[in-house]
């Protein structure tokens, strides 16, 4: 009876790692992956570490997209620049006081048609990428989950996933009922404050900003504080619970007990190593849903502050005002995103950093 049960014991530590690749079906994070992403991650699997010089071929792949996105940016830099150009030699002939107000209100307005719609449309790829981000995580989060709870986590894996989940589930209900509408009520404060320059939609701009980047970062920090907790509650207890169960094992059966838990320990060792070999894979799969948007939005953003200063010196005040405001609704959306992004690194790294024993 004890050969037969050293035979099994000595099969499971030799078969831990096969048994650990079927416990954890990783076949759906490289099949949910979205089109764009995909690309990224070709010739990655989540079953082994990525081969070196990935970052370098990500860092290439990140150029290219900076570069299309910068030419696509260029001809609304341009339109900006022509009409500060025009705005402030309208202003060096003088043309009649009465003139000058309509030039600015003309300016204003072919700015506004110049950004607008390529505001409207990364409103929507910022609130698509976030959206992906939530969507990615449902996969990604369970496999890496079910890895450190069968590493020894349970509990910590357990509570670092609802916690995760959630967040995500209210940054995106934040998302669609407060921040992009707050972002869109701030561009449009910014374009009626330039064409009259009142100063209460100059306050009434500036509350909307400082409240949105308030509750960004509130939620970024809350969510830390959050998944920190959590992470020391349920890991003392878990390794509490690990430590009893090894002990009651090896006490109940004084020779075959110590054997059986070993063959335990080296199915949980194989699924950490799994763990690992997923966190990795899916900090980069997190990095290739949002890198699109990131780039993109933090492009604009660099390109429309760039020419709020040329324009602040070319034109009148308003005009560098206005384009450094646009640029600032960008920059928001570039936040919003990379607070998801934060988010999910932040709750990989927790997860593959948890430790029992």
């Known amino acids: 009876m004890i050969l037969l049960v050293l035979l099994l014991a000595a099969f499971l530590s030799a078969s831990a790692y096969a048994a650990a690749e079927e416990i954890l079906d990783v076949g759906p994070l490289s099949d ?42 260029g001809r609304t830099a341009g339109v900006m620049l022509l009409v500060c150009v025009l705005i402030s030699l309208a202003n060096s002939l003088n043309v009649g006081n009465n003139s000058i107000p309509y030039v600015t209100l003309a300016g204003v307005a072919a700015v506004g048609a110049a950004s607008l719609a390529d505001l409207d449309s990364y409103l929507q790829k910022s609130l698509e990428s976030l959206q992906a981000l939530s969507d990615y995580s449902r996969v990604l989060l369970p496999v ?11 509990g910590a894996a357990a509570g670092k996933y ?38 209460v ?54 020779v075959v007990g110590g054997i059986l838990s070993d063959a335990a320990g080296s199915l949980a060792a194989a699924a950490d190593m799994f763990r690992g070999c997923v966190g990795v ?10 890198a699109g948007s990131v780039l993109a939005l933090g492009v604009r953003y660099l390109v429309y502050r760039l020419v ?47 430790v029992t024993g």
């Open 201 to 254: 939609l100059t306050a009434a701009k500036k509350l909307i900003k400082t409240v949105s980047i308030m509750l960004i970062s509130g939620l970024c920090m809350a969510f830390t504080a959050w998944i920190s907790l959590t992470g020391i509650i349920t890991g003392t207890a878990d390794s509490l619970t690990y430590r009893v169960t090894k002990t009651v094992i090896s006490s109940a059966l004084p």
């Open 162 to 199: 609802a916690a995760t989940a959630l967040m995500m589930d209210v940054l995106l209900s934040a998302s669609k009922a407060v921040l992009i509408p707050a972002i869109c009520g701030f561009a449009a404060l910014a374009l009626a404050d330039a064409a009259v320059g009142n100063g």
């Open 32 to 73: 949910e992956l979205p089109e764009e992403a995909a690309e990224w991650m070709e010739d990655l699997s989540p079953r082994e570490l990525p081969p070196e010089g990935v970052l370098v071929r990500f860092a290439e792949k990140g150029r290219l997209l900076a570069g299309r996105e910068l030419r696509s940016v």
């Open 281 to 290: 894979f899916g900090l980069l799969a997190i990095l290739a849903v949002c």
């Open 308 to 354: 709020s200063v040329v324009c602040a010196c070319l034109s009148d005040k308003r005009m560098g005002d206005l384009i450094r405001d646009l640029g600032t609704c960008f920059g928001l959306m570039l936040s919003l995103n990379g607070a998801g992004a934060l988010m999910l690194f932040i709750s990989i790294y927790s997860l593959m950093r948890t």
């Open 144 to 154: 890496l989950s079910t890895a450190a709870a069968a590493s020894g986590s349970v």
